[in-house]
């Protein structure tokens, strides 16, 4: 298991997460679309890619980023090319004649679609959308034989741009035409949706959390302590980085929040430690690259958290925000009282919790992770 930073481990590079698939399996199993709910950095896009690799009998996974959308029917463009373009499509209409009655109809709609928007059609008739072809297909797809199962990676930011671009209106119809889709479809096409910012909290803005009460959710949590374990020795085994148990369990104890993330980065600079000195790695070396890790050459890792404000708030709350988060990086935690009943600093407060800056356990609010805290000490505060 090679150790992967920054970018998304597949095949033997992936740590499986056998009780996240068992149960994404299990509300596939009973015909529900997916919400993967979880911060950024937790593996979300690893698990997606790991369905797509490694399908179930009678599953075909289709791996889809969205974030460069920032309109409906480009969307549901992109979904029905990358749709018709997949080998696993492909190799369902060899295999099955029903899957490729299903797929002839759908493509020949498309291609309709395309004709009309080249030849800038002067006819009175009501112009083609891709969503209304889409959801066609959708209708259609009712079989026992296969079922593909949509992979939506970054839904929450096309939501995002979409309403930034276009207006609210726009955002709440992107969100209604997507959950009128899902209840009219059969049992041959499913979604799963994830993103490294939360939609609840999108969907709550827009006034529109009505539009995906029918999805169900899924959590991603940290690694166990066990997990976390195995995952460490796995990968410094790889690299051959002589070490103890002791010093493992002093590594999880600091890093405190165990997304696989985190223990990854610090499992690179142990390695490139042990490079330049071979030997047993100690206490001492961790407590070196944890406070090394939170330096400016990582902010590559770090700046999108501190970027992500600007882009999904306004800027009174983002302002907010980072004074929330300077305080608490600074004092170390703040009492779940310290803002009192001001509303805005509690729905900001709502939205960092979310998206996985701190947590409110034991009546306070404290940063996640240590490495973090300590980046916006130094970089952001």
């Known amino acids: 298991m090679r150790n992967i930073v920054g970018q998304t481990p597949r095949g033997k590079d ?103 928007n080249v030849e800038l059609e002067t006819q009175q008739r009501e112009k083609p959308k891709y969503s209304r072809v889409f959801e066609d297909l959708m209708r259609r797809m009712d079989t026992d034989e296969f079922r593909i199962v949509l992979l939506i990676d970054e839904f929450p930011v096309a939501l995002e741009r979409i309403a930034k671009e276009q207006g609210d209106e726009a955002g709440v119809e992107f969100l209604h035409i997507n959950r009128s889709i899902r209840q009219r479809a059969q049992r041959g096409l499913q979604f799963i949706y994830t ?13 529109a959390t009505a539009t995906i009460n029918d999805l169900n959710i899924i959590e991603v949590p940290p690694l166990s302590r066990e997990e976390g374990k195995q995952f460490t020795r796995q990968l410094l085994k790889t690299y051959g980085v002589r070490h103890s148990p002791k010093t493992i369990d002093y590594m999880l104890d600091q890093l405190r929040w165990l997304m696989p993330f985190f223990i990854q980065l610090i499992v690179q600079m142990l ?57 608490i ?22 939205v960092l919790e979310f998206d996985g800056y701190i947590n409110s356990q034991g009546g306070s609010y404290r940063f996640n992770s240590p490495i973090l805290q300590l980046w916006w000490r130094k970089h952001a505060s």
Do not use: C
């Not at 399908?55 to 029905?80: C, H, N, Q, W």
């Not at 060899?94 to 490729?100: D, F, L, N, R, V």
């Not at 990086?329 to 709502?350: C, F, M, N, T």
């Open 195 to 207: 993103g490294s910012i939360g939609l609840p909290n999108i969907a709550g803005k827009l006034k």
């Open 329 to 350: 990086a600074i004092k170390d935690h703040i009492p779940l009282d310290h803002y009192g009943d001001q509303r805005e600093a509690q729905s900001v407060l709502e």
């Open 271 to 327: 390695i490139d430690e042990y490079e330049l000195e071979p030997r047993v790695i100690s206490k001492a070396d961790v407590d070196q690259v944890i406070e090394k890790a939170s330096n400016h050459r990582n902010n590559i890792y770090f700046e999108s958290y501190y970027s992500r404000l600007d882009k999904s708030l306004t800027h009174t709350e983002s302002t907010l925000a980072k004074i929330i988060l300077s305080e």
């Open 14 to 116: 992936f740590f499986p997460r056998e009780q996240i698939i068992k149960k994404i399996y299990r509300r596939l199993d009973a015909g529900n679309h997916v919400y993967i709910s979880a911060p950024r950095r937790s593996g979300k896009t690893a698990i997606m890619r790991y369905l797509e690799d490694n399908p179930r009998a009678g599953y075909v996974f289709l791996y889809i980023s969205v974030e460069d959308i920032d309109d409906t029917e480009k969307y549901f463009e992109l979904l029905s090319e990358e749709l018709l373009e997949s080998s696993a499509v492909s190799q369902l209409i060899k295999a099955s004649e029903k899957a490729q009655s299903l797929f002839a109809h759908f493509a020949e709609h498309i291609k309709k679609v395309k004709v009309w």
